[in-house]
């Protein structure tokens, strides 16, 4: 099961820090994805990582703003979101798929949507920039 946390109502160039708690299970063998569906648009990632080590992946319209970090003792990663803009308003999930090795030679929109298909989701955290 995975679990978000964080989200919440902030201004225009805010900032906001959000969980991905994973229970009962090792993340190590999986790639994580954050994912953003704002109303009336279609679902886009945000930012994607291999938690077993890696690169990070970022959406360009997110790179520079978002950090994504993880803590493998707490099975948790998380995605700060700095300079925050109203069209970041959505409800964001993470989700997981598990992979036998890193992503390689992969666009980031592929590897979300892989992400997005074939792995577990959480039940999602709204954001609310205004």
């Known amino acids: 099961q995975l679990v978000e946390s964080g989200g919440g109502s902030v201004q225009d160039g805010g900032s906001l820090t959000l969980s991905c708690t994973a229970s009962r299970y090792d993340l190590s063998p999986y790639c994580l994805a954050w994912l953003r569906q704002a109303p009336g648009k279609e679902r886009e990632g945000v930012a994607a990582?291999?938690?077993?080590?890696?690169?990070?992946y970022y959406a360009d319209s997110v790179r520079g703003r978002f950090t994504l970090s993880q803590d493998n003792a707490k099975s948790t990663l998380y995605l700060a979101m700095n300079r925050l803009k109203p069209e970041g308003t959505g409800v964001y999930y993470c989700?997981?798929?598990?992979?036998?090795?890193?992503?390689?030679?992969?666009?980031?929109?592929?590897?979300?949507?892989?992400?997005?298909?074939?792995?577990?989701w959480g039940q999602g955290t709204q954001v609310t920039v205004s």
């Open positions: 989700a997981a798929a598990k992979m036998t090795q890193p992503p390689r030679d992969v666009t980031f929109t592929a590897l979300t949507w892989y992400i997005a298909e074939y792995g577990r």
């Open positions: 990582v291999y938690v077993g080590g890696g690169k990070s």
